[in-house]
Structures are given as C-alpha cells and as structure tokens.
C-alpha cells in the first residue's frame, strides 16, 4: 500500500450535516470545524486521505421524513394542543376523519347541548354516562378499537396503538375533545351516515 508522507500545521476537516428544513423540506448545508494538530511529520495512506462522500437522502426517505413529522404534529393536536384540551362549551367537530359528517353538524350540537350542555367532563347522576356524548363504559371501550384502524395511518401504529390503549383505561370524561368527537362521529356513522343514531335516540327531546 502506497503512503505518503506530509508535513502539517493544521487541517481543516470538512462535515455535511442534512437538515430537515419546515415540513416537507429538506436541504443540504455544509459546516467545517479546523483540528490544530502538531507539527509533526505523519504517514497518511492514500485510503485514508480521500474522504466518503454523504449519501444524498431518496425521495423514499425524505416522504418518511415528512410523514413523521406531520403524525407527530397530529399526535400533539389530538392530545395536548389547547383545542383539545378545551373541554367546556360547545365548538364545531375537531375530528374530521373518515366517519365525520358536515350533515350530522347540526344534529352532533343538538346530542352535545341536550346531553351535557358543553361540558365533555360532565357525568350522568348514576355516573354511568359520561363525557359531551354521555357515553357509557362499555360503548367507549369498544370505540376505541373501532377507531383504531383509521388513526394507525395518522398517527403511525404504534402511537396510534399507545393512545387508544390509554383511552381505553379511562372514562370518556376525562378524554381530550378531539378523541370524544371522533368517538361520537365513529359510533354515529359506523357502517353507514346515521348507522350508531340509535345510541341517542332519548333524552330530555328529540335531536
């Protein structure tokens, strides 16, 4: 192996770092930091002298990328955002999925006011039903596996599987409004617009 010898006082030693710039960017930019070294006279094969180059990201990469990105930002919005950490009064559905429909709006507000007034904490007397929809424990158990399927593809699977199982260990009132309108919406329009409209047929009057 052929090596060659030089004499040196500093090198600069180049690094690539990737950045993610946004959602759904990605660029390059190029850094360098300089290593003082001795002066001393140093072997160097001619292997070591030629630095790899970084690989560029795929179009593969960069979708995952960005995927991750916009599941976390959801994950965040369904969990702890303020929106969703409101839980008094009533507001139009924060869930907007697959089972969500603009017809059912005005109905949903008439369930959400007839029910609990607003209040997504409120429980029943007999501290059965609980939530803005009035819910039982049984009902919101079963939900949450029917939701399922659907937030795997907005959250990621296992996030989606961590969350679900949390709100299946806890009663409906104490979930975050986006999960309670999902629930609502799943159950309502399951199979068909209007499938699960039975859950709600009673109460003080006719939605």
């Known amino acids: 192996m052929r090596s060659l010898r030089i004499r040196r006082r500093s090198v600069a030693l180049g690094a690539s770092t990737l950045a993610l710039v946004g959602i759904g960017a990605a660029a390059w930019s190029a850094t360098s930091a300089a290593a003082e ?3 001393t006279t140093v072997a160097m ?3 070591q002298a030629v630095v790899a180059p970084q690989a560029v990201p795929t179009a593969r990469q960069i979708a995952m990328q960005q995927q991750a990105i916009r599941q976390a930002q959801f994950a965040y919005f369904t969990t ?3 929106r969703t950490r409101d839980l008094k009064g009533y507001e139009p559905s924060l869930y907007r999925g697959k089972y ?6 005005k109905r949903r507000k008439c369930i959400v006011i007839r029910e609990s007034e ?7 007397p ?4 609980r939530g803005a929809y ?7 158990r079963g939900v949450t596996w029917m939701m399922l ?3 795997k593809a907005l959250l990621g699977e296992e996030r989606a599987k961590r969350i679900l199982e949390k709100l299946r260990k806890s009663p409906m009132n104490t979930w975050p409004r986006y999960w309670q309108d999902a629930a609502f919406s799943t159950i309502h329009n399951w199979e068909h617009t209007g499938a699960g409209a039975a859950h709600w047929a009673g109460g003080r009057w006719h939605c």
């Not at 007999?126 to 039903?129: E, I, Q, V």
């Open 37 to 39: 070294l001795p002066e």
């Open 45 to 47: 094969t001619v292997e």
């Open 80 to 82: 702890e955002s303020s």
């Open 100 to 105: 969500y429909r603009a017809s059912v709006e």
């Open 118 to 124: 607003g209040r997504y904490t409120a429980i029943n």
């Open 126 to 129: 007999t501290r059965k039903y």
């Open 134 to 140: 009035q819910v039982s424990p049984e009902l919101a």
């Open 149 to 151: 399927k659907e937030h």
